[in-house]
């Protein structure tokens, strides 16, 4: 950090930018606060014990969220294929 950066954030008012209310305005606490009770969950699942959370989203959309969707993609296929073959009945 610099000395002028670090004399701004000493300074009364230094948040209040434009881009930080931009920011705080779109900010949604209870979505923000899910966000982060959910890496602390897959924290906790990983089994680290080192306080780092680098590449955890990667290891869980790969581990564990991968291959789930990936399943799912191929069961909506063949209810698309299912529906237009008029052997399965629209829900509407």
């Given at each position: 950090?610099?000395?002028?950066l670090a004399k701004k954030l000493k300074t009364a008012g230094a948040f209040d930018t434009p881009w930080l209310k931009e920011q705080l305005q779109n900010w949604n606490v209870v979505s923000e606060q899910k966000?982060?009770?959910f890496m602390e969950h897959v924290?906790?699942?990983s089994g680290r014990t080192n306080g780092l959370y680098t590449g955890l989203w990667q290891n869980?959309?790969?581990r564990e969220a991968g291959p789930i969707m990936r399943e799912r993609y191929f069961e909506m296929l063949e209810a698309v294929r299912l529906y237009e073959e008029k052997q399965l009945e629209?829900?509407?």
């Open positions: 950090m610099t000395n002028d966000k982060a009770d924290y906790k699942c869980f959309c790969i629209s829900i509407s």
